[in-house]
């Protein structure tokens, strides 16, 4: 079975701009969250999606948001990009909302 | 605030000797709780968890105990391999996962 994929895997952007990060879940798996992960934080929650709801949401700005399509794939955006931004975003499926996550390798953005 | 903790940022063992991480929590409500491996630009990688029901979970070198009333867990590696040297994160679940910082762990042939 092929594992959480996301993509792009690399994206470098300019302040100001906005990005979108996808994300593929295991097949079958109908949760997705997402992380940030930064040197100084570690792993922080960003959001989490089931049936296209978002169930849960981290402590984040509101330029950071997501969807859910009926496939279970993910997509996050963040608008306004700024410096801080900068971080490895990681993707996890699981099968139901309190199963097991499995995370995909993550996207590194770089915002300059 | 935060209500996960690893407090060694890295741990250094040798080969063939046993690894023990630590982990502690501050929320009661956790109610079950994961070990993920992290090697650099790969996503985590799911480990071994346990259910706030249990005390010990084992699977192959990995086991995880937990501690309820000190609000602790551990993860023991026995025997540390080369290969098990990465970055460890604890997690705990409570409507989501809140993580640690996470520990370096560096075994050492």
């Known amino acids: 079975k092929a594992g959480v994929t996301q993509t792009p895997r690399y994206l470098i952007k300019t302040r100001g701009q906005q990005v979108t990060l996808s994300c593929s879940p295991i097949?079958?798996?109908?949760?997705v969250s997402w992380y940030q992960q930064t040197p100084g934080q570690g792993l922080q929650f960003l959001f989490e999606y089931f049936s296209e709801t978002q169930r849960n949401k981290g402590n984040f700005p509101g330029r950071f948001s997501g969807r859910q399509f009926s496939n279970s794939r993910s997509e996050m955006n963040v608008s306004t990009l700024e410096l801080g931004d900068s971080a490895l975003y990681l993707c996890?499926?699981?099968?139901?909302?309190?199963?097991?996550?499995?995370f995909g390798p993550g996207t590194r953005l770089t915002v300059l | 605030d935060q209500q996960v903790k690893q407090n060694s940022p890295s741990l250094s063992v040798q080969e063939g000797r046993i690894s023990i991480l630590n982990c502690d929590y501050t929320?009661?409500?956790?109610?079950?709780f994961l070990w993920y491996k992290k090697y650099p630009a790969e996503g985590p990688t799911f480990l071994i968890s346990?259910?706030?029901?249990?005390d010990k979970n084992e699977d192959g070198r990995f086991t995880v105990f937990l501690n309820k009333s000190a609000k602790h867990l551990s993860l023991h590696i026995v025997p540390s391999q080369p290969g098990d040297s990465a970055v460890y994160f604890c997690a705990a679940s409570h409507e989501k996962l809140t993580f640690g910082k996470g520990t370096l762990l560096t075994v050492n042939p």
């Open positions: 996890a499926s699981s099968l139901g909302r309190l199963d097991t996550q499995y």
């Open positions: 929320n009661s409500m956790f109610d079950y």
């Open positions: 097949s079958g798996h109908r949760s």
């Open positions: 346990i259910s706030s029901i249990k």
